[in-house]
T-cell receptor
């Protein structure tokens, strides 16, 4: 049973460019959340997708957008990259109807903006 | 506004002894708490959770204690093993949201010395 998979694992982009990160949830999960983890900090919630819609959003600008596909996989898009967007981006999946459960995380995508 | 705080950035414990990691929260809406462990180059791995209807939850060597009046929780690992060396994150959420939108602390780096 494959867990949460993310691609790519590493990425280097230039300021002002756009980037797309991808996530496939754990089998049986229907909800995908994205987190940004800056160096030395805990993960910060970006947004959550369920039934192909953004359901909740954290304190991130509109440059951060996403999408969920019918097979529950998801993309995170970041436009007009800034140096401060350099971070580890984590995808987590869970099963929406089950409240008392944990989220499973992927290994992350390390984004470096130069 | 740091709603979940782990005030010890690092902790060093002798193998076989007890490791105690602490976490404080400020948001009284939080009633579901989780601990994750993270190795370098991997995503966070779920360890143990507790909801506010309990004050203790055990799973093998791991026990989480919740003190709602003090808005404090702790993770006890006994006995500590070298493989427990990792960064530990405390996370919280309103139970109505389950694991859908987690607020993380900054993490505590635990080192188990042989």
């Amino acid at each position: 049973d494959a867990g949460v998979t993310q691609s790519p694992t590493h990425l280097i982009k230039t300021r002002g460019q756009q980037v797309t990160l991808r996530c496939s949830p754990k089998s049986g999960h229907d909800t995908v959340s994205w987190y940004q983890q800056a160096l030395g900090q805990g993960p910060q919630f970006i947004f959550q997708y369920y039934e192909e819609e953004e359901r909740q959003r954290g304190n991130f600008p509109d440059r951060f957008s996403g999408h969920q596909f019918p097979n529950y996989s998801s993309e995170l898009n970041v436009n007009a990259l800034l140096l401060g967007d350099s971070a580890l981006y984590l995808c987590a999946s869970s099963y929406f109807p089950s409240l008392n459960t944990e989220a499973f995380f992927g290994q992350g995508t390390r984004l470096t903006v130069v | 506004d740091q709603q979940v705080k782990q005030n010890s950035p690092s902790l060093s414990v002798q193998e076989g002894r007890i490791s105690i990691l602490n976490c404080d929260y400020t948001n009284s809406m939080f009633d579901y708490f989780l601990w994750y462990k993270k190795y370098p180059a991997e995503g966070p791995t779920f360890l143990i959770s507790i909801s506010s209807i309990k004050d203790k939850n055990e799973d093998g060597r791991f026990t989480v204690f919740l003190n709602k009046s003090a808005k404090h929780l702790s993770l006890h690992i006994v006995p500590s093993q070298p493989g427990d060396s990792a960064v530990y994150f405390c996370a919280a959420s309103p139970l109505i949201q389950g694991a859908q939108k987690l607020v993380f602390g900054q993490g505590t780096r635990l080192t188990i010395n042989p």
